[in-house]
């Protein structure tokens, strides 16, 4: 997730920008760059890597202005290099933008600047195509028209700082669903990305809204909103520490990464939808008859990434009608699978370096499979060394415990699956309409079911003093059970097993007794009655059963003792709304249990050892 500062004051405020970009180094981030307004020049600095290195390349350059922006870059768009960093700058290198965020039209943008105003590109990013935009709208003195003209022009997320060489006196900045503040200091004024960045410096804020646009200037600061009307902002007066600012106010990291998933999974989808309602895999270059040619798919993955492949196969064989196989990654490298020519090798994983997976990933390539991953992290081992990589754009996850990452896997394996069924012409319009549509309405539903998390804060009060719990479900709830369980031991290490609850019959129940918690998945609809036939087996072993199911169910789970409903929604596409409960369910149960949630016992976030 990129992080912005800009700084426009009556002091030098180039080593000012570099300290904010320290601060907002947490957020993750694959190279830096500063823009400065210098003698009615424009001076772009930037460098993949580490801000060490950014300060490496200017440390001997003595930089000096009162105005400047600055960047840490998350790869979207283009591979993480020195060309891709910001700032990028406009046609005349006169104008210099930072973002936050992904342009979804900007190929099309990119098009008509290169027919209509002879552009030429420097980078693979959607931000250069900004620049340009704004080059093109702007007459030399009224930046903000040209921002505001821009903008106009583009759909998708952004947050943008933006400065030129004409009018070194002012920074523009512009907000639609990216975050972005402005600080009020003491010598002058700031926007940044995130509030960390600041804290240092300013504990007196505007928070932008979306499709507002500021102007900055070392003594005044002018919000304007859409309507291009100047607006009154309170000021907001932050009072936390540092380390409370880069939670943003929760007070994990696993719970703030929680309440992002909405943005996620927008995030995910968003671009992968064309105007016609298409799926778009940026990043795959699939074939009807490639597509054809698959006679066998295998998902390789580890913990969690490999619990979403669970997911994918189910998904996969129905709507691309492709017998799919999924292992785990550790065990698929030694077993000398079948692989041919004709063989889909489907690596799943947040970090795009745990070394299994590129091991089982090698071996499938050596055999001569065709390789595709789907990767958070823009540029790693696993992406590098795909024939085709699909992201997911969850933005950096930092607590060990995975949530954002996995719901928007989940998000991308659907894609995929639905993207092959309609090209192999085996899925009816229909249904694929009607599972777009679905996945679309998640991240409202989601974010309504966030706001109303407290009963399963209830539930984990009751349960945290356990030493065991069972999860289960059926159809695609057996894999969020997995999932569900995985999360549970993980964070707050008590120990826990889940199981498909039609096998409980064959050997676990014996392990019921009074008292046991059992975590019921009852999700699917059309499997209702069957699961609630498991929960009657269990129940009459004396277990304490926490049921989640779909609204309008709750009459089905009266022999539970406890359940929590998530919005109705088509049976297929529920993990990624049924897992959240569950997230919340470990994360609170860790919390009464005092653990190091963020960072749990005997974990590391990436596996890069066998
Ligand atoms: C789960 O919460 C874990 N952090 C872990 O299981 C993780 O999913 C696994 O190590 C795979 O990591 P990857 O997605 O980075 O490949």
Request: charged fraction near 25%; aromatic fraction near 8%; charge should be negative.
């Amino acid at each position: 997730m990129c992080g912005i500062v800009g700084y426009i004051a009556d002091e030098n405020v180039t080593g000012v920008i570099i300290e904010g970009l320290k601060k907002l180094e947490y957020r993750g981030y694959d190279s830096a760059g500063i823009a400065l307004c210098n003698d009615n020049n424009l001076l772009v600095r930037k460098k993949k890597g580490r801000i060490a290195n950014l300060e490496d390349l200017i440390r001997d350059e003595g930089l000096f202005s009162h105005t400047g922006i600055g960047h840490t870059r998350w790869a979207t768009h283009g591979e993480p290099s020195d060309r891709n960093s910001h700032p990028h700058t406009d046609m005349s290198g006169r104008i210099a933008v930072v973002h936050n965020g992904i342009i979804e039209n900007y190929a099309e943008l990119k098009e008509e600047l290169m027919a209509e105003h002879g552009s030429v590109f420097r980078s693979d990013t959607d931000t250069e195509v900004a620049a340009h935009l704004i080059g093109v709208y702007y007459d030399g003195s009224n930046l903000e028209d040209a921002v505001y003209q821009a903008t106009q022009k583009m759909r998708g997320a952004y947050a943008f700082g933006v400065i030129s060489a004409d009018e070194p006196d002012k920074i523009v900045a512009a907000r639609k669903d990216s975050p972005l503040i402005v600080g009020l200091g003491k010598r002058g004024n700031f926007i940044a990305s995130d509030i960390p960045a600041l804290l240092k410096y300013v504990r007196q804020i505007y928070l932008i809204e979306n499709n507002e646009l500021v102007v900055l200037k070392e003594n005044e600061v002018k919000i304007f909103n859409a309507d291009r009307e100047e607006v009154h902002r309170d000021v907001f007066n932050v009072t936390w520490d540092a380390d409370a600012a880069e939670k943003e106010g929760y007070d994990h990291f696993m719970l703030k990464e929680i309440h992002e998933q909405p943005s996620g999974i927008r995030d995910t989808l968003i671009r992968r939808l064309d105007e016609q309602g298409e799926i778009v895999l940026d990043g795959i270059d699939l074939t009807k008859e490639e597509i054809e040619k698959f006679d066998n798919v295998y998902i390789v993955a580890c913990g969690t990434a490999y619990h979403a492949g669970l997911i994918g196969k189910f998904a996969i064989e129905k709507l691309a009608h492709i017998h799919v196989e999924v292992d785990v990654a550790s065990e698929f490298r030694y077993r000398d699978p079948y692989i041919d020519e004709n063989t889909l090798f489907i690596a799943i994983s947040q970090s795009g370096e745990t070394l299994d997976t590129l091991g089982a990933l090698r071996m499938a390539k050596e055999k001569g499979a065709r390789i595709m991953s789907v990767v958070n992290v823009v540029g790693s081992s696993i992406a590098r060394e795909s024939d085709d990589v699909f992201y997911t754009w969850a933005g950096p996850e930092i607590a060990v415990a995975s949530t954002k990452a996995y719901t928007t896997q989940l998000v991308c394996m659907y894609l995929i699956a639905l993207y092959m069924g309609r090209k192999k012409e085996v899925l009816s319009d229909e249904l694929y309409h009607e599972y777009l549509e679905e996945l679309s309405a998640i991240p409202e539903k989601l974010e309504k079911y966030l706001k109303n998390q407290e009963q399963v804060e209830t539930v984990a009060s009751k349960l945290y003093q356990q030493d065991h719990a069972f999860f289960i479900g059926r159809g695609v709830d057996s894999a969020v059970a997995l999932e569900g369980s995985l999360k549970l031991k993980e964070i707050s290490y008590i120990n826990s097993f889940a199981i498909a609850a039609g096998e409980l019959k064959h050997g676990t129940i014996a392990l019921i007794e009074k008292g046991t918690p059992v975590i019921a998945l009852a999700t699917q609809q059309s499997l209702l009655e069957k699961t609630v036939s498991n929960i009657q087996e269990v129940k009459a072993r004396g277990a304490h059963v926490f049921a989640i199911a779909q609204e309008g169910c709750e009459e089905a789970l009266k022999d539970a003792d406890e359940f929590v409903v998530i919005p109705q929604c088509m049976d297929d596409v529920s993990p990624i709304l049924a897992i959240v409960p569950l997230q919340l369910f470990a994360y609170y149960i860790a919390r009464f249990r005092g653990c190091d949630i963020d960072k749990p016992k005997n974990l590391a976030k990436s596996v890069t050892v066998e």
